[in-house]
Nanobody
Framework: EVQLQASGGGLVQPGGSLRLSCAAS????????MGWYRQTPGKEREFVAA????????NYADSVKGRFTISRDNVRNTLYLQMNSLKPEDTAVYYC?????????WGQGTQVTVSS
């Protein structure tokens, strides 16, 4: 059974940092590119960042490029997102999934709120 559990969200002031983690179980992590996505109320879920299986290749949405860093630990089956210089517009629920995403495997996500 595939499970994706995102964690590490919270309330942070503008300019602050957070590190998100995603613990994966089942077959989705091994051998697959993985990604982070986010969604705000009333909007469609959007792509944030992706990483290849080896970690050698990464891809970012223009809105987070230079501020966010995606990484993975293939031994621990864990995906990470280091978020620096956070802005109020980064406020969203953040999810992890394969890249491209599998519609059946969205977990609960983790809430990130950037506010003073």
């Amino acid at each position: 059974e595939v499970q994706l559990q995102a964690s590490g969200g919270g309330l942070v002031q503008p300019g602050g940092s957070l590190r998100l983690s995603c613990a994966a179980s089942g077959s989705i992590f091994s051998g697959n590119p993985m990604g982070w996505y986010r969604q705000t109320p009333g909007k469609e879920r959007e792509f944030v960042a992706a990483i290849s299986w080896s970690g050698a290749s990464t891809n970012y949405a223009d809105s987070v490029k230079g501020r966010f860093t995606i990484s993975r630990d293939n031994v621990r089956n864990t995906l990470y997102l280091q978020m620096n210089s956070l802005k109020p517009e980064d406020t969203a629920v953040y999810y992890c999934n394969a890249y491209p995403a599998y519609d059946d495997y969205w977990g609960q996500g983790t809430q990130v709120t950037v506010s003073s």
